[in-house]
């Protein structure tokens, strides 16, 4: 299958530029300017040329804080860009699959979400990514919603490499232990879209294939509790780490609000596409091979 992926440098894009190809899919992957989400003529452009029989749109604007002052550009990519991006797949009736996130929910339910749960984002980051999926759903009746949290990969900018960059340079650490969710690494996630393909390529819109689901990593945590696991596998490399403390949100502010408890539950893609949560800690101990080397012999 010839796949269109939205995005070429992200932590997701680079997962799938690796695994798609295993199962034998031809990969295009463009980013700005081939690929501009915020520019409908490049849009136009590069699905015609690029002529695929899948899109995954793997680009986004993530930055949570900065959200906060510049809203018109996280709309423009979040929901204008991937309700016309998905748009474009329906013009060619192609399946269209979209990243979402656990920040369209308050994080206040006292219970993990499942894909009904009432949504309701706390700041722009979260409402731009819940119109975006009400864009693309109203776009392309082709389409799977994945929302997921807490991305992390050796590439790119995430939690793993910034503890890594603190633990070099810092005695000390502190990390907030009152925000739940789990870690979700971008290979499992491109492990997910690879599954998913074959089955939303022969589906027929109205198929149960399509919709909105959850993945993340399993088991749920805290980000101390994440914090605490990556220093202890970079202990285990023989790497210097920091005393870790814990630290309260309100100890931390930033300028947007974050979920205090963002856990998602994962069961309908398991029962629909039957792919479990993977568990974060093998996918941890991976990364950490890939960043700064296998464990030393007796650890």
């Keep these: 299958m010839r796949v269109l992926v939205a995005g070429r440098t992200g932590q997701l894009a680079v997962e799938l530029l690796e695994r798609l190809p295993r199962d034998g899919h031809k990969v295009v992957a463009l980013e700005a300017p081939e690929l501009d989400l915020t520019d409908p003529e490049s849009i136009r452009r590069a699905v015609e ?7 995954i749109n793997a680009a986004a604007y993530t930055a949570v804080d900065k959200a906060e002052s510049q809203r018109d550009l996280a709309f423009a990519v979040n929901a204008i860009g991937a309700g016309m991006l998905a748009a474009a797949a329906a013009a060619r009736d192609l399946p269209f699959l979209h990243v979402s996130t656990d920040y369209v929910f308050s994080g206040d339910g006292g219970a993990p979400y499942d894909e009904d749960a009432s949504t309701g984002p706390m700041g722009v980051y979260g409402e731009s990514k819940l119109a975006g999926e009400r864009a693309v759903l109203a776009a392309n009746p082709r389409s799977a919603i994945i929302r997921t949290a807490w991305v992390c990969s050796p590439h790119g900018a995430n939690f793993v490499k910034t503890m890594l960059r603190l633990g070099r340079e810092r005695e000390a650490v502190s990390v ?3 925000q739940h969710g789990a870690p979700t690494f971008a290979a499992d996630l491109a492990d997910a879209m690879a599954r ?4 939303l390529a022969a589906a027929p819109a109205g198929d149960p294939a399509f919709g ?14 994440f914090a605490e696991a990556i220093f ?10 920091p005393r870790l403390s814990a630290i309260t949100t309100a100890d931390y502010p930033t ?8 856990r998602l539950q994962c069961g309908r893609i398991t ?13 941890l101990s991976r990364c950490l091979d890939a960043l700064i080397g296998p464990q030393t012999q007796n650890s």
């Design 196 to 199: 998913m393909l074959p089955r």
């Design 255 to 262: 300028p947007a609000r974050r979920p205090a408890d963002g």
């Design 212 to 225: 909105v689901f959850h993945l993340t990593g399993a088991p749920w945590t805290t980000w101390h509790g």
């Design 271 to 283: 029962r629909i596409h039957g792919i479990e949560a993977a568990d974060w800690r093998q996918s």
């Design 49 to 55: 040329q690029a002529a695929p029989e899948a899109i």
């Design 232 to 241: 202890a596998g970079a202990a285990a490399r023989g790497h210097k780490v």
């Design 176 to 178: 907030v232990a009152d």
